[in-house]
């Protein structure tokens, strides 16, 4: 909440000196010119700070603006949509060149986007995607393919299913720890997986919640997984490093071997995961890239001065294994 108001004063003290915070007259798709001095605002929708992976992107995001000499208003929605479709419109009501937001959930936009759009305000995504009925309510979408993520997760799942099979029983019991209930990595994420997991009788998902993306979600989601089957859980698939963490702490204080009794799987290669890959304690690593802000900036100034842009812009990412995270940490940056 202190960070929203900081961010909502920001804009308040904004609207009473407009021309420092760009001219607004651009149309959705095509963009205006910036401020009087060329100046580019960006109003930045953030969806909180619930992870490792957000902290890095928004990192990536200011450091990036100050590179390149755009005004940011940054606000964070500490996870809750209203917020975010309140800080866009005030952003739409301060006139700023390009609107940028991270969608806490798919569905929802349609109202405040038209709002964007009827301003002659810009929208590009990042990060995550909204589904909405016109594709025109924003410019381009910055960011990963969730259902490949997935789909990498699974796949090896399916290439190690024997090794999954800690108990020996032929049956690989997966648990999975969800992302937040709308958002689309945790709707695509799970497609993904269960599209390509599907291929193999022997592996099947026996309990599947969300931990929000966080990692006391977690470990409290994994105590009650533990709880519910107290030997036979052999994978689980967290949408994120930060719930697979949280997962180890549950699966350490229930006296088992993380990445042994019960092998690891997870999305983002932050930090903290691939130590714990590194340490044997995760087995397997989806990277997803944090670092969107440099490329958010060059599609901001070219959207900004009406030049084209693709409409979708997607990242490129790898995965690991516990040998490539113990050779990747030294050099990682985030
Ligand atoms: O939208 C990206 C996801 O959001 C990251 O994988 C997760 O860590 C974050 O909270």
């Known amino acids: 909440m202190k960070k929203t108001l900081i961010a909502a004063s920001t804009l308040s003290l904004c609207a009473l000196t407009l021309s420092a915070c760009g001219g607004g007259d651009s149309a959705a798709g095509s963009g205006g010119n910036g401020g009087s001095d060329g100046t580019i605002t960006m109003g930045f929708a953030q969806v909180g700070a619930e992870s490792g992976w957000r902290t890095a992107n928004t990192d990536s995001i200011k450091q990036s603006a100050e590179d390149a000499g755009v005004e940011l208003q940054f606000?964070?929605?500490?996870?809750?949509?209203e917020n975010q479709i309140s800080a866009i419109r005030t952003y739409i009501q301060q006139k700023v060149d390009v609107i940028a937001f991270s969608p806490v959930v798919?569905?929802?936009?349609d109202a405040v986007l038209q709002e964007a759009k009827a301003a002659g305000i810009p929208v590009?995504?990042?990060d995550?995607?909204?589904?909405v009925q016109d594709d025109s309510l924003y410019v381009t979408f910055l960011g990963s393919d969730f259902v490949e993520e997935g789909q990498k997760a699974g796949q090896w799942l399916v290439d190690n299913a024997a090794e999954a099979d800690a108990d020996g029983d032929g049956d690989v019991n997966v648990v999975e720890l969800q992302g937040t209930t709308g958002a689309a990595p945790a709707i695509d994420r799970k497609?993904?997986?269960e599209e390509v997991i599907a291929d193999d009788d022997?592996?099947?998902i026996s309990q599947s919640q969300t931990g929000d993306f966080t990692r006391d979600g977690g470990k409290q989601v994994m105590e009650a997984f533990l709880q519910n089957e107290p030997e036979g859980i052999d994978v689980v698939y967290a949408h994120n490093d930060d719930m697979g963490l949280g997962a180890i702490e549950a699966i350490e204080a229930a006296g088992l071997t993380p990445g042994e009794d019960i092998k690891i799987i997870t999305v983002d290669a932050v930090k903290d995961g691939m130590q714990a890959l590194a340490d044997g304690k995760i087995n397997f690593i989806v990277e997803c890239n944090p670092l969107l802000g440099p490329q958010l900036m060059e599609l901001a100034e070219k959207v900004v001065a009406g030049e084209e842009v693709e409409s979708r812009v997607v990242t490129e990412e790898t995965t690991f294994t516990q040998e490539q995270a113990a050779e990747a940490l030294p050099d990682r940056q985030y």
């Open 75 to 81: 606000s964070d929605a500490q996870q809750k949509q």
């Open 106 to 109: 798919e569905t929802g936009w």
């Open 124 to 126: 590009i995504l990042t």
């Open 128 to 131: 995550r995607a909204v589904d």
């Open 191 to 193: 497609e993904g997986f």
């Open 202 to 204: 022997t592996i099947s």
